[in-house]
């Protein structure tokens, strides 16, 4: 019996080694095409905006993002909807939980905000996110951004330059546009990060592998850091 379960136990850590690595494999290169992208790049600009620059409507926005992508996590969960999402070249968390513990997480790599520019900031209305959630399900992405039924009829975007410095043992600079989402009551219900501004790769597998990837990152993270 013994043995049995030891052969079980053998095959269950196999398979999940396995898993961990296929995903860990068709993660690299959404990530390299996002991280060598230089289309839409841009470089640092002299100087960033300040907060107290950004209209009232986008001012709370900037500033919780600041404050997560500078290592101090989500200081009010309140500014979150229940089921919010992020999602990067590498992975995507789903409700608040994940999305708290992914930039609690963060602070390992011992982010700085090295500059930031507000792109834009504009409603959306609730056609206009039907047809863009009707594009994503048609490539069979399972990441349809905001979910447009049952929110409020109207859907802002706030766009975000971000230029950011990590050190995880070697120090080194990422150039991310950022789309936050919020509805009409306010709460964040979708950032998406685009490294170097490069669009998200939908075509399966790589929505499946990211959202993976994200469910193995919580995993881990809520029981190391």
Same mark, same amino acid.
Request: proline share 5%; with cysteine.
């Given at each position: 019996?013994?043995?049995?379960?030891?052969?079980?136990?053998?095959?269950?850590?196999?398979?999940?080694?396995?898993?961990?690595?296929?995903?860990?494999?068709?993660?690299?290169?959404?990530?390299?095409?996002?991280?060598?992208?230089?289309?839409?790049?841009?470089?640092?600009?002299?100087?960033?905006?300040?907060?107290?620059?950004?209209?009232?409507?986008?001012?709370?926005?900037?500033?919780?993002?600041?404050?997560?992508?500078? =290592?101090?996590?989500?200081?009010?969960?309140?500014?979150?909807?229940?089921?919010?999402?992020?999602?990067?070249?590498?992975?995507?968390?789903?409700?608040?939980?994940?999305?708290?513990?992914?930039?609690?997480?963060?602070?390992?790599?011992?982010?700085?905000?090295?500059?930031?520019?507000?792109?834009?900031?504009?409603?959306?209305?609730?056609?206009?996110?039907?047809?863009?959630?009707?594009?994503?399900?048609?490539? =069979?992405?399972?990441?349809?951004?905001?979910?447009?039924?049952?929110?409020?009829?109207?859907?802002?975007?706030?766009?975000?330059?971000?230029?950011?410095?990590?050190? @995880?043992?070697?120090?080194?600079?990422?150039?991310?546009?950022?789309?936050?989402?919020?509805?009409?009551?306010?709460?964040?219900?979708?950032?998406?990060?685009?490294?170097?501004?490069?669009?998200?790769?939908?075509?399966?597998? @790589?929505?499946?592998?990211?959202?993976?990837?994200?469910?193995?990152?919580? @995993?881990?993270?809520?029981?190391?850091?």
């Amino acid at each position: 019996v013994m043995a049995k379960k030891k052969v079980i136990l053998g095959a269950t850590a196999a398979a999940v080694f396995a898993a961990v690595g296929h995903a860990a494999a068709l993660s690299v290169v959404p990530m390299v095409v996002a991280m060598t992208s230089r289309k839409d790049r841009r470089e640092i600009p002299e100087r960033s905006q300040s907060v107290e620059s950004v209209g009232e409507r986008s001012r709370p926005v900037v500033q919780a993002i600041l404050e997560m992508y500078g =290592g101090l996590g989500v200081k009010n969960p309140s500014f979150l909807a229940e089921s919010v999402v992020f999602e990067d070249p590498a992975a995507r968390v789903e409700g608040r939980p994940e999305f708290i513990e992914a930039f609690r997480a963060l602070k390992v790599m011992k982010p700085t905000n090295v500059a930031w520019e507000l792109v834009k900031a504009k409603p959306e209305t609730e056609s206009e996110c039907q047809a863009r959630t009707a594009t994503k399900e048609a490539v =069979g992405s399972s990441s349809a951004s905001v979910a447009c039924h049952g929110e409020p009829s109207v859907i802002t975007t706030t766009e975000i330059d971000l230029w950011q410095k990590y050190k @995880f043992g070697l120090e080194f600079q990422i150039y991310s546009r950022l789309a936050v989402s919020q509805n009409e009551a306010g709460p964040i219900v979708r950032v998406e990060e685009r490294w170097n501004n490069a669009t998200l790769i939908e075509s399966w597998p @790589f929505p499946s592998v990211r959202r993976w990837n994200g469910k193995l990152s919580y @995993f881990l993270t809520s029981r190391l850091i």
